[in-house]
């Protein structure tokens, strides 16, 4: 899964030797059979996922489940699915929906007294990260996509680019991480608990664009001995763990 970006000052063979090392790394850290994913992996609607993908990025994670429990409570939204797969689309609080009460109540109040969080995607210049959700939720609703089921089949890079032009999301990172909350298992959210495993763990500066690489190679040979894991849980695990590091 070689990345146009990537470019990387040693050989690809010394790079999955490094991975092959950090998957025995890995495995002798945690119990990988063992990796259940939190309830987050299990939202009842798209709505949520953009919620909590656009509000997570850059702050710690609890202010970001006040979000979404508080938009649930708002709007009276089961907050989490019964079973991994996805409730029935005409179920679900669909996107549109979403972008109605951000418009009806307004970006500011919606911020202040919705979700009772006034983050911005920067603290330079940055908008609203209520404003962020309302401009990423339109685009989906401009390319058919409402539910969880619609992400999944019809979100493509084509509208990947557009999201990512909205203020804030730029890196990408929302963006994996909204993926992973729909269901993909072949990415990681390249955040701050991340990198500075890799960092520690190869001593030097790990890129994001490299920490995916890394970790998918190191789960395609922790499969050989346990069939249920990849990226995402392993990313999950690392995150767990790294954030009750002080």
Known sequence: MQNGNYMPSYSDDHLVSDNITLADYLESQFDLDKIELPKE??????????LDAIYSIGVTYTSTYNVVIKYCKKYNIQQYRQSDA???????????????????????????YVVENEQRTSSKNG??????????????????????????????????????????????ISLAYLKMLCGDSSLLKPDRHIIR??????????????????????????????????????????????????
């Open 86 to 112: 996805f409730p029935p689309a005409d179920k679900q609080h669909t996107i549109s929906q979403l972008i109605e009460n951000i418009e009806e109540t307004g970006v500011l109040d919606f911020a202040r």
């Open 41 to 50: 992996y299990f939202y009842s609607c798209l709505p949520l996922c953009l």
């Open 127 to 172: 908008i609203l990260k209520s404003e962020a959700v309302l401009n990423c939720a339109k685009i989906m609703q401009k390319n058919g996509i409402e539910t969880l089921q619609d992400f999944t089949e019809k979100f493509n890079e084509s509208i990947a680019k557009k999201y990512q032009t909205v203020k804030g999301q730029g890196s990408g």
């Open 197 to 246: 495993f890799l960092n520690g763990f190869f001593s030097r500066e790990v890129k994001p664009v490299e920490a995916q690489k890394m970790i998918a190679e190191a789960a395609e040979y922790l499969k050989k001995k346990h069939r249920n894991i990849n990226v995402r849980s392993i990313d999950y695990q690392i995150w767990a763990h790294m954030s009750h590091l002080k």
